[in-house]
Nanobody, 125 residues
Framework: QLQASGGGSVQAGGSLRLSCAAS????????MGWFRQVPGKEREFVAAINRNGRSTQYADSVKVRFTISRDNDKNTMYLQMNSLKPEDTAIYYC????????????????????WGQGTQVTVSS
């Protein structure tokens, strides 16, 4: 199970840190990712991290502003979001894939097997 938290309402230029807590004992065997979705649109890729945290991948729209990380000892993944913009407003979902090879990151919805419940991020101008 994945449990996302940390969403909220901020003004443009502000910051938030999302967390994704995973249950189970094999967290380091899963590639992880963050996606977001607004009503009426498809879920879109935000960031991904490989199994040991040494490789990351970002959507062009969030590069430089967002940082994905993970703590395998705590079974938790994070998304630090800085310089937030109104267009970042969405429900953010964390995801995990059990098919991950060590070095790879994954950016497609279809790559992922497990999803958290989502956490709302609202950025006002």
């Amino acid at each position: 199970q994945l449990q996302a938290s940390g969403g909220g309402s901020v003004q443009a230029g502000g910051s938030l840190r999302l967390s994704c807590a995973a249950s189970g004992r094999r967290f380091n065997q899963y590639g992880m990712g963050w996606f977001r979705q607004v009503p009426g649109k498809e879920r879109e890729f935000v960031a991904a991290i490989n199994r040991n945290g040494r490789s990351t991948q970002y959507a062009d729209s969030v590069k430089v502003r967002f940082t994905i990380s993970r703590d395998n000892d705590k079974n938790t993944m994070y998304l630090q979001m800085n310089s937030l913009k109104p267009e970042d407003t969405a429900i953010y979902y964390c995801s995990a894939t059990g098919r991950a090879i060590l070095s790879a990151t994954y950016s497609s919805v279809s790559d992922y097997d497990y999803w958290g419940q989502g956490t709302q991020v609202t950025v006002s101008s």
